[in-house]
């Protein structure tokens, strides 16, 4: 059994009331079969900010909890169960979008490309809920005419997210050592990905115009914003 405390912490800058950015980190201490487990507002992979200490309270019981519990953010590739999913608490995938939305904004060119970051930046967590910003590789919005290129330039996206790419647009330093093991997780998934996994619905197949961009931050926006802008 694993007895587990919560405490709330909000960055200084947010009302008490605004507990849609507070995380959780999961430590345990094994005690033969149980476990003890305090559960932090924020987690060492994140967006470390001035925080205040609101709460340590709400004792939880619950059977056999382990850290991977709130790994709620999974990529997976279901065409292929042998390959390992990427497996990432609410705000390590934060942070995993927000560098790829930075590296696909800097090398997008076509509409195409664009189209593509924009995408990527719509798992908004601010939008979507906290915890439902993964996907399938099958639901990125593939062409098949244009599938062989879209590759290319995920992988291009990656390896400029790993370079760290306009890192400096960022308020927060991100944790490279939980970091990069996703994105080279992430290339895993899309450099087994094949034309034949290509849903035949093909989700979006053709954009025409350029999608706007952040006056502040100067990257690729989604439907409801810049992802930046609304992690702030």
């Not at 959780?24 to 200490?53: D, T």
């Not at 954009?207 to 952040?214: A, K």
Request: aromatic content about 12%; charged content about 20%.
């Amino acid at each position: 059994m694993t007895a587990s405390f919560f405490m709330r912490v909000w960055p200084a800058d947010r009302k008490s009331s605004d507990q849609s950015d507070w995380r959780r980190a999961s430590v345990e201490h094994i005690f033969g079969k149980a476990s003890l487990g305090f559960y932090l507002a924020v987690e060492p992979s994140l967006k470390p900010r001035p925080c205040v200490f609101l709460f340590c309270l709400t004792p939880i019981f619950a059977v056999n909890r382990r850290a991977s519990t709130f790994m709620a953010n999974r990529i997976t590739f279901e065409a292929r169960p042998d390959l390992p999913d990427v497996r990432m608490s609410n705000g390590l995938a934060a942070v995993f979008i927000d560098v790829l939305v930075l590296a696909g904004s800097s090398l997008a060119q076509t509409v195409r490309e664009q189209a593509l970051t924009a995408w990527i930046a719509s798992r908004d967590q601010t939008v979507l809920g906290i915890g439902a910003a993964g996907f399938d590789i099958a639901q990125i919005p593939w062409s098949f005419a244009d599938y062989a290129a879209d590759r290319t330039f995920f992988f291009r996206m990656i390896k400029a997210a790993k370079s760290k790419t306009a890192w400096e647009k960022l308020d927060y330093l991100p944790n490279e050592q939980v970091l990069m093991p996703c994105l080279h997780c992430f290339q895993t998934l899309l450099a087994a990905f094949t034309l034949e996994d290509i849903p035949a619905y093909e989700p979006i197949s053709s954009f025409t115009v350029d999608f706007e961009r952040c006056q502040k931050h100067g990257i690729i926006k989604h439907a409801h914003g810049c992802v930046l802008c609304n992690g702030q």
